[in-house]
T-cell receptor, first 113, second 116 residues
Framework: ELKVEQNPLFLSMQEGKNYTIYCNYS?????LYWYRQDPGKSLESLFV?????AVKQEGRLMASLDTKARLSTLHITAAVHDLSATYFC?????FGYGNKLVFGAGTILRVKS | GAVVSQHPSRVICKSGTSVKIECRSL??????MFWYRQFPKQSLMLMAT?????????EQGVEKDKFLINHASLTLSTLTVTSAHPEDSSFYIC????????????FGQGTRLTVV
């Protein structure tokens, strides 16, 4: 059974600082997704990572995927208050095992000014 | 980008009544729609998966007679919460996907259900 673990679950950081959120998963997969959720809102797609070594960047966020280590990271550079949200990673099951995404528990990020 | 519209965004209903939530894929045909429930500060809990034209597959512990799902077309799925009780109050989110497309799943805006 595919399990997805995120850490940390809660992250309080100062503006201007850097930090990384980790997403580990338990079985082979070559597809990983990062989503953002603001309070009271639904999920917004941030990144789609489709191969080993994939790296995507958007503004102060950069996501990478290492399929051999079964690890994805979401790196935050010089955090700003607007990045405060909950971040989820989600992993696709291997081909042939359906199309449900398996979500991590989420990381609540609070950026303090 | 692909758009999924979920309606209503908020609903308040009385105990014992039923509530229907709609989920529409506006610019693509979704072969699969997923229904989630989310409690405060928690992750998404998958309730059921529905494929167009077939019965929904419910996750363990989800009462199929209470949470009726219909996926009548490639662009519309509905979740009906029957005989709602206060413990059904929650944030319900749908998502839609085209098969196992590499774009992943697209999410509706969510519905905040409050049962009084």
């Amino acid at each position: 059974e595919l399990k997805v673990e995120q850490n940390p679950l809660f992250l309080s950081m100062q503006e201007g600082k850097n930090y990384t959120i980790y997403c580990n998963y338990s079985t082979t997969s070559d597809r990983l997704y990062w989503y953002r959720q603001d309070p009271g809102k639904s999920l917004e797609s941030l990144f789609v990572l489709l191969s080993n070594g994939a790296v995507k960047q958007e503004g102060r966020l950069m996501a990478s995927l290492d399929t051999k280590a079964r690890l994805s990271t979401l790196h935050i550079t010089a955090a700003v208050h607007d990045l405060s949200a909950t971040y989820f990673c989600a992993v696709d099951r291997p081909f042939g095992y359906g199309n449900k995404l398996v979500f991590g528990a989420g990381t609540i990020l609070r950026v303090k000014s | 980008g692909a758009v999924v519209s979920q309606h209503p965004s908020r609903v308040i209903c009385k105990s014992g009544t039923s509530v229907k939530i709609e989920c529409r894929s506006l610019d693509f045909q979704a072969t699969t729609m997923f229904w989630y429930r989310q409690f405060p500060k928690q992750s998404l809990m998958l309730m059921a998966t529905s494929n167009e034209g077939s019965k929904a597959t419910y996750e363990q512990g989800v009462e199929k007679d209470k949470f009726l799902i219909n996926h009548a077309s490639l662009t519309l799925s509905t979740l009906t919460v029957t005989s709602a009780h206060p413990e059904d109050s929650s944030f319900y989110i749908c998502s839609a996907r085209v098969g196992r497309a590499s774009s992943g799943a697209f999410f509706g805006q969510g519905t905040r259900l409050t049962v009084v």
